[in-house]
């Protein structure tokens, strides 16, 4: 069932996307333990494709289901890559 409230608390006020960007780090980390750049690569282009899924099909649906809300949060918040400082007032 999805969630009927947004949420903006930790990890996701980092974030908006904190498990995706935890399983690319987590599968590139094996990969690099591997030794196995074909596998580094692999997951490179898989997590091309999620990121696009994620910013085309289902941010639609984000600002669908939470309009305003959504949208506020996302020009606060960043996509994928963390900014670990508040912004300032």
């Known amino acids: 069932m999805a969630t009927q409230k947004l949420i903006?608390?930790?990890?996701y006020s980092f974030c908006r996307n904190p498990m995706t960007l935890g399983t690319?780090?987590?599968?590139?980390?094996?990969?690099?333990i591997l030794g196995s750049p074909g596998?580094?690569?692999?997951i490179i282009l898989g997590a091309a494709a999620l990121l696009?899924?994620?910013?085309?099909?289902?941010?639609q649906e984000m600002i669908a289901r939470f309009g305003d809300?959504?949208?506020?949060?996302r020009?606060?918040?960043?996509?994928?890559?963390?900014?670990?400082?508040?912004r300032g007032p």
């Open 39 to 42: 596998a580094a690569l692999v």
């Open 52 to 59: 696009t899924y994620i910013r085309r099909a289902e941010e």
């Open 75 to 86: 020009d606060r918040v960043p996509f994928i890559i963390p900014r670990l400082r508040r």
């Open 69 to 73: 809300e959504y949208l506020a949060y």
């Open 8 to 11: 903006v608390r930790p990890p």
């Open 24 to 32: 690319i780090v987590a599968y590139l980390g094996i990969g690099v």
